[in-house]
């Protein structure tokens, strides 16, 4: 196997060199003539490898053609139940999913569990009791709109008569135009202010305030923050608001007009329907729900699986200290059987139950959800399932470490031995030489791999935008299929930020497992062991090594033997934590190194403990990186574009033991192959889904065997849509290619990806090649980012969405450096 795969990098390395050598001869007479004989000789196959590469490209549009033709009549929920019952999981019937097999019942109305006495709301239309303006006169209410000239020192205020519990407040939302400024913040304070209060005012302390990310421009966007996280700043419970603030932009003589400006209610989420389906979060976890007004009853026909059936769901309420009963019973051959009940009054924390049905088992029953409490509560049912034991057990744990690239594994050739645990497991599976991350930051490339879809497709670029809810993830499929599905994340751009939430059974992002190793930890574990041997989706986004690079003791001694050595550079806090005085060059390598080597310790320890257990044989376990990290090559850190391969080139490691031990697979591939690859394996049917990846399963049968493969990588987060959609910014992969072509970068770069890992010589530094090569990459990758758009369209309709905010998710992000 190891001569083949010699073999095969050897035709590879070839391929390269002729379609280097075609595309000079293409331009005309400026090389050398020696060079054109000698590619004028070259063996018949020339043309046929460039014509291949043209195929895979145009095959690739054709098929996001394909795929674009089909999002205009894609449902969600059509796809879902196309996917029919898994093999695996065996028989399982989600409650939640199926709200229209429920008969519901109620003795009363619903409250108006969306209103709040006291609520506030600016709309601007001359009537408003509260008025929001200029404190320095530079506002005008015209045509429904407060119309503002922002000058230095210039900001809104509301009142007097303001008066606004805070705990009444669920959301802020407010929706404005900027011209130029890029944010905007709102203030608030328990005291009656007249003013903005300066630093040594002696109510500074009283006033509570949270910057918003905005998006500039001449359209007008709707900003929704997380009051639960914002209002608690300065406010204690029980507190009213009585004085609100605005800044509206950041830019001095910006042109701001501000449509409205709401404080909504915590239960206007679930005041337009008596029941249906939300998310949650009770005590820093997130979770589906079936939501309630009481009094409510649910009533379900369904079949009890055969084998250890067991009902279970979690509780929880909107409204802490109004109690609400929750109760289930069974109706079966007329006779009806209470089999849960329990009142539940605290609203910081979920309650699980779990039924056991087996006296039932294989009987046509009618399943009964009730709830009786105050009025305007809100009941909530998280996750209700009803299971039987899985036809075959089937696991799968994916581990996704943040900004670690491949270059810097052991496992990939690293000269410090950073990897040895990933080493011992990945004797025992697959190995992908260079696997291409689809984006060069997370919040674009997560819901791009999560999808398989590239980043284009998902309409996820910027720190202000999340996936919209009608695209289907990886967890909703699985969670669909009967899989139980939990992420522990310790990056919020892989979380609910990023609308990565969807189809998550259970979601932290906080809490316990926020940092460090602790999320191969306790808790992780626990959590696997209440599955009890039901199968499950586990993922794992580890934050390190993310910037700074700050290893503790003792994986931190290649830097202590090393901490001096090179040219001091200058103090950056996104690489360098405070202790470090004087980084240099290869000290932040050394401490990069270092947080690998302690990532790799604490994987090795969580993966024997899964062996421990029983569980390691039947769990496909997957080792891999979000995106790369530029460590001063290039002139460059961190991992912003351009996207060469120290921040697109990321590990890919599938172990299970279906797949053939110690195979490592030389051909390009891409993240967006890994969720088609989990699905075949989960036995999961595609053909229903719109994917962009394809089943890695193959390639990995074929070995030697196979051809090279094309992969893209987009550098998204340049892209404002609207704004400069004809630019392109990308890469092309193919075989040992690699085509850069960065808005970043004055050319067009091409590289030979094995013969300079490193990409420090260009590989057709001749501008000749690189016009060449110009005329057919750039129109592929130019063609490909418009189709890719087209498909988001046709997927979500185009339209505005709402910006999300959460204070508390915004200071995450601040401390890794990714907002100001």
């Not at 999808?451 to 910027?462: C, E, H, I, K, M």
């Not at 961190?638 to 299970?656: A, D, F, K, N, S």
């Amino acid at each position: 196997m190891l001569a083949a795969a010699i073999e095969l990098r050897k035709r590879r390395k070839t391929s390269v060199a002729l379609l280097l050598a075609l595309l000079i001869l293409g331009c005309g007479d400026s090389s050398p003539p020696g060079d054109a004989d000698a590619a004028l000789q070259a063996p018949v196959g020339v043309d046929a490898d460039w014509g291949a590469l043209e195929l895979a490209a145009q095959a690739k549009l054709e098929a996001t053609r394909e795929l674009t033709a089909r999002a205009r009549g894609f449902d969600e929920r059509e796809a879902l139940a196309a996917l029919g019952t898994n093999p695996k999981t065996g028989e399982t019937f989600r409650l939640d999913a199926h709200l229209d097999r429920a008969r519901a019942s109620s003795r009363a109305p619903p409250e108006p569990a969306g209103t709040c006495t006291g609520c506030l709301a600016f709309e601007f239309e001359g009537d408003d009791p509260v008025r929001l303006a200029s404190a320095q006169g530079r506002s005008v209410e015209k045509d429904g709109r407060l119309e503002v000239r922002f000058h230095k020192g210039d900001y809104l205020i509301g009142g007097p008569g303001v008066e606004l519990p805070r705990h009444a407040v669920g959301a802020i939302e407010v929706r404005l135009r900027l011209k130029r400024g890029n944010q905007f913040e709102i203030a608030w304070s328990r005291r009656r202010l007249r003013e903005w209060p300066s630093r040594d005012h002696p109510h500074t302390r009283t006033v509570g305030r949270v910057t918003v990310d905005a998006v500039p421009g001449a359209e007008f966007h709707t900003y929704r923050i997380d009051a639960r996280t914002a209002l608690w700043r300065r406010l204690r419970f029980g507190d009213s608001i009585r004085t609100v603030l605005v800044r509206p932009s950041n830019r001095r003589r910006d042109r701001v007009e501000i449509d409205y400006l709401r404080f909504l209610p915590r239960g206007e989420p679930y005041a337009d329907r008596r029941f249906g389906t939300a998310y949650e979060t009770q005590g820093r976890e997130m979770r589906p729900v079936l939501f309630a007004h009481p009094p409510l009853r649910l009533d379900y026909r369904v079949t009890i699986p055969e084998r250890d059936p067991i009902l279970s769901f979690g509780l929880g309420i909107l409204n802490a200290g109004v109690p609400v009963d929750f109760r289930v019973s069974l109706i079966a051959a007329g006779e009806a059987t209470e089999i849960f009940r329990r009142q539940v009054d605290a609203g910081d924390r979920w309650l699980d139950a779990r039924v056991d049905l087996s006296q039932w088992a294989g009987q046509a029953v009618e399943l009964r959800l009730e709830v009786e409490g105050g009025p305007g509560q809100v009941a909530f049912w998280s996750s209700p399932l009803l299971a039987g034991a899985p036809a075959e057990p089937f696991n799968i744990v994916v581990i996704l470490e943040d900004a670690l690239r491949a270059q810097s594994l052991s496992l990939y050739g690293h000269r410090r031995e950073t990897s040895p645990e990933r080493e011992r497991f990945a004797r025992r599976g697959v190995v992908f030489e260079y696997a291409i991350a689809q984006a060069t930051k997370t919040r674009p490339s997560c819901p791009s791999f999560m999808t398989s879809l590239y980043p284009t497709a998902t309409g996820v670029w910027q720190f202000t935008e999340r996936l919209d809810d009608r695209f289907l993830t990886l967890a909703e499929i699985l969670r669909q299929q009967g899989y139980w599905t939990g992420s522990f994340v310790q990056n919020s751009n892989a979380g609910p930020a990023a609308g990565l939430h969807q189809g998550y059974d259970q979601l932290f992002g906080r809490g316990p497992v926020a940092a460090g190793t602790a999320l191969f930890g306790e808790t992780t574990l626990q959590w696997i062991a209440d599955r009890d041997g039901r199968n499950f989706f586990l993922y794992l986004h580890a934050i390190d090594p993310h910037g700074p690079y700050e290893p503790d003791p003792p994986f931190d001694h290649w830097y202590r033997e090393g901490a001096g050595s090179g040219e001091p550079l200058a103090v950056d806090r996104r690489h360098d934590p405070e202790w470090v005085e004087r980084p240099t060059r290869d000290g932040r390598r050394r401490r990069y190194d270092g947080e690998i080597l302690r990532n790799d310790a604490a994987i090795g320890v969580f993966l024997d403990e899964l062996e421990a257990r029983g569980l390691l044989e039947h769990t496909l376990v997957v080792l891999l990186a979000d995106h790369g990290e530029h460590l001063g090559e290039h002139g460059l850190w961190e991992h912003r574009p351009p996207g060469y391969l120290q921040v697109t080139r990321v590990p890919l490691v599938l172990i299970h033991p279906a797949l053939p031990a110690g195979r490592r697979v030389a051909q390009v591939v891409e993240l967006v192959d890994v969720m088609p690859t989990l699905l075949e394996l989960a036995g999961v049917p595609t053909d229903p889904l719109l994917l962009q990846g394809e089943s890695l399963l193959p390639l990995v049968d074929a070995g030697a065997a196979a051809g090279p493969q094309l992969a893209l990588s987009e550098e998204a987060v340049l892209y404002r849509r609207g704004r400069n959609d004809d630019e392109v910014s990308a890469s092309l992969f193919y075989g040992d290619l690699h085509a850069l072509h960065s808005s970043e970068r004055p050319a067009l770069e091409l590289y030979d990806i094995v013969a300079d890992p490193g990409e420090e010589r260009p590989a057709a530094a001749h501008a000749a090649a690189t016009g060449r090569a110009a005329e057919v990459v750039v129109p592929f990758l130019a063609a490909m980012k418009a189709e890719t758009m087209g498909l988001w369209r046709a997927i979500t309709g185009g339209g505005e969405a709402v910006i999300q905010t959460d204070p508390e998710v915004r200071e995450q992000l601040r401390a890794l450096g990714y907002v100001e």
